[in-house]
Every structure is written in C-alpha cells, then in structure tokens.
C-alpha cells in the first residue's frame, strides 16, 4: 500500500533562519507531488506541484521553493524565513493510477518567531 | 481557472441533528469534486467524490453530498451527526485535463455539541 511521510512535525524556528521539509512517498511511482500550506481560517493554498524529477511548478511568489531531487522525494525550502511564512503544512500525492483524489501526509507545523 | 466558495466558516450543531454544509464552486471546464475532513494536527483525508454518473455520491461516515451542475454546488450532508464528527471539512475542485491541480475551499469548522 502506498503511504506518505513529513518531517519535521512540529518546528520553532527564528525570522531569517533557513527551512528543509522533506516528504517522501512509498508504494507508487511517479506520482504528482504537491506542497500545501494552510493558514488559520484560510484553507489550503497550494504551494509548489511537481509531474516528475525536477520539474517543479510555482503557484504563488513568495520566499519558498520547492525541489524533487527523486521520483518520489519532495522538499520545500526557505534561505531566510519570515514571520508569515508559519503555518502548517502539508504534502500530498496523486497518480493516475487512482481516481482523482488527493493523499496527504500528516502536516509539519512551523512557527516562526 | 477554478474556484471554491465555502459559505459557512462555522457550523454548530447538537448531537443527533442533520447538517449540511454548503460548497460552491466555479470552472469553465469540467471538474471532479470533493470533500476532505481534517481532525486536529492532522492532514486531509478524503470523505467522498464526484467524478461522473449519479448526482448523488456516498461517502464515509454516512456523509453523503449532491452534485447540481445547474448551481455549480456540491453540499454535505449527514441526517445525525456523532459528537465525533467534529472537524474542519474541506470542499475541492481538480480539473479533469492535465495538472490535477486541486483547489480548496476556505474550509467550515463543524462544532457538534452534546
């Protein structure tokens, strides 16, 4: 069966430290990959999407980037954080091979202080 | 492009009491839809979609919601809600050509009170 994993799952990190969440796949191959971020009473913003190895779509400018160095290993990234930058966030999978839906991993919650 | 209009931020309901919660969306193409629960700290998990045929899609935990293409809605509904259904609920819309990128709903908080 196929499962997803996040880490870190919780973090507390300073304005202007740098950021690495990773989230991996198992069980599938070449699956579309996506960050999400979720704000207090906003819903999901979608982040970065990924089709396959390195090829990595930007929804929104910001201070974040994404990378896919493996098939099925995602890693969102920061150099500086900022304040607004906390939130939770969360990692999903979807493949062809199922119908439509959306897999998501546990969340990692980040707060910047 | 798609979006997905949640109209309640906030549900309050007794134990045993139907609920429905309320979802519009907009597309210039034809979408699948979909409602995902997240419990506390945790991620999404799928409850039910609409992807073709019958308006009227059943999911987990006895939700059940409705398809009108006519007013672009897709609300859930449960007949009794469980003092465990509380949780924030999440209507979503993918397109069916290539990307499948999904997009969510602000998302509505449904409080279920003793």
């Known amino acids: 069966s196929q499962t997803i994993h996040q880490w870190p799952a919780t973090l507390v990190q300073p304005v202007g430290s740098p950021l690495s969440l990773e989230c991996t796949v198992e069980g599938t191959s070449n699956p579309n990959l996506y960050w999400y971020r979720q704000a207090a009473g906003r819903g999901l913003q979608l982040l970065f999407y990924?089709?396959?190895?390195?090829?990595i779509s930007s929804e929104v400018p910001q201070n974040l980037s994404a990378s896919r160095p493996q098939d099925r290993q995602f890693i969102l990234s920061s150099k500086k954080l900022l304040l607004s930058d906390s939130g939770f966030y969360l990692c999903?999978?979807?493949?062809?091979?199922?119908?439509?839906?959306?897999?998501f991993g546990e969340g990692s919650r980040l707060t910047v202080l | 492009a798609q979006s997905v209009t949640q109209l309640d931020s906030q549900v309050p309901v007794f134990e045993e009491a139907p609920v429905e919660l309320r979802c519009n969306y907009s597309s210039s193409v034809s979408v699948y839809l979909f409602w995902y629960v997240q419990y506390p700290n945790q991620g999404l998990q799928l409850l039910l979609k609409?992807?073709?045929?019958?308006?009227l899609v059943k999911g987990i935990n006895g939700f059940e919601a409705e398809f009108n293409k006519s007013q672009t809605s897709f609300h859930l509904r449960k007949p009794s809600v469980h003092i465990s259904d509380t949780a924030e609920y999440f209507c979503a819309v993918s397109d069916v050509d290539g990307g499948f990128k999904t997009i969510f709903g602000a998302g509505t908080r449904l409080f279920v009170k003793a």
């Open positions: 990924s089709v396959g190895i390195g090829q």
């Open positions: 999903a999978w979807w493949s062809a091979l199922n119908t439509g839906e959306l897999f």
């Open positions: 609409y992807l073709s045929g019958s308006t």
